[in-house]
Nanobody, 115 residues
Framework: EVHLMESGGGLVQPGGSLRLSCAASGFTVSNFGMSWVRQTPGKGLEWVSRLNSRGDVKQYANFVKGRFTISRDNAKNTLYLQLNDLKIEDTAMYYC????????RGPGTQVTVSA
């Protein structure tokens, strides 16, 4: 059974950083593309970043603008998203997904950026 569990969210001031983790079980992350999406009440679900199965292609939404970095640790079977220079508009629930379609997604971790 596929299981994804995000962690690392929290309250941070504008300009701050967080590292989100997504611990996976029931499959091997290095065999699949993985992605991060986020959701806010006003904007709905928004794609953030994805990493291909080989781990050598990283793609980001335009609004990231070099602030976020996706990575994974194969030994820990964990996906990460480093969030730097956070802005108030980055406030959202962040979800990791197996693959890119959202068929399998974790429960999410809340990121709140506030002064």
């Amino acid at each position: 059974e596929v299981h994804l569990m995000e962690s690392g969210g929290g309250l941070v001031q504008p300009g701050g950083s967080l590292r989100l983790s997504c611990a996976a079980s029931g499959f091997t992350v290095s065999n699949f593309g993985m992605s991060w999406v986020r959701q806010t009440p006003g904007k709905g679900l928004e794609w953030v970043s994805r990493l291909n199965s080989r781990g050598d292609v990283k793609q980001y939404a335009n609004f990231v603008k070099g602030r976020f970095t996706i990575s994974r640790d194969n030994a820990k079977n964990t996906l990460y998203l480093q969030l730097n220079d956070l802005k108030i508009e980055d406030t959202a629930m962040y979800y990791c997904q197996k693959g890119y379609t959202g068929d399998e997604r974790g429960p999410g971790t809340q990121v709140t950026v506030s002064a």
